[in-house]
T-cell receptor
């Protein structure tokens, strides 16, 4: 079974600074997807960024980028120019290729310091 | 983007009663929907996979007779918590898989907070 580990229960960053959230996973599959989801106080799950395992290039979405290390099974999220609206729980998730059944990590609560 | 609507957003029920939660894909067809449960300050745990026109697939440890799932159409899945008890109080979230070859994203409903008193 796949597992996802987020070792940072809480993180904080000064507004406008950069922060990196860590995620490691375990799988025996070669094709899969990795995701970062944001869950603000409203509890709505919002997709931040996704990475296809077969792609070597790291995904980027505006201020959000990932460092995907397939051999190390590591998938970290970097948030640049942090904004107050970035404050939320961030979940790393794993999905098998062709199946949207997701396995989530335990989450990292990100606080933005004004 | 695709929209998934979940109803109700919150519900309070008495112990022993049943509660139905709806999950609708508003602008796309979803052959597969997923139901998750989230306890306070914890992660999302998959409960079951809901397949249109067939029986749901439950994860290990989830009581299928307690959590009834029906996926009667390509846009609607329902989760019924039968004979609810206080320990069933939780946040329930559904997600829907977009039908098509590029099914690489799950769209989530806004969740339902269930409180059993």
């Amino acid at each position: 079974a796949q597992t996802v580990t987020q070792s940072q229960p809480e993180m904080s960053v000064q507004e406008a600074e950069t922060v990196t959230l860590s995620c490691t996973y375990d799988t025996s599959e070669s094709d899969y997807y990795l995701f970062w989801y944001k869950q603000p106080p409203s509890r709505q799950m919002i997709l931040v960024i996704r990475q296809e395992a077969y792609k070597q290039q790291n995904a980027t979405e505006n201020r959000f980028s990932v460092n995907f290390q397939k051999a190390a099974k590591s998938f970290s999220l970097k948030i640049s120019d942090s904004q107050l609206g970035d404050a939320a729980m961030y979940f790393c998730a794993y999905g098998d290729f062709g199946n949207e059944k997701l396995t989530f990590g335990t989450g990292t609560r990100l606080t933005i310091i004004p | 983007g695709a929209v998934v609507s979940q109803h109700p957003s919150w519900v309070i029920c008495k112990s022993g009663t049943s509660v139905k939660i709806e999950c609708r894909s508003l602008d796309f067809q979803a052959t597969t929907m997923f139901w998750y449960r989230q306890f306070p300050k914890q992660s999302l745990m998959l409960m079951a996979t809901s397949n249109e026109g067939s029986k749901a697939t439950y994860e290990q440890g989830v009581e299928k007779d307690k959590f009834l799932i029906n996926h009667a159409s390509l846009t609607l899945s329902t989760l019924t918590v039968t004979s609810a008890h206080p320990e069933d109080s939780s946040f329930y979230i559904c997600s829907a898989q977009l039908l098509g070859p590029m099914n690489t994203e799950a769209f989530f409903g806004q969740g339902t907070r269930l409180t059993v008193v």
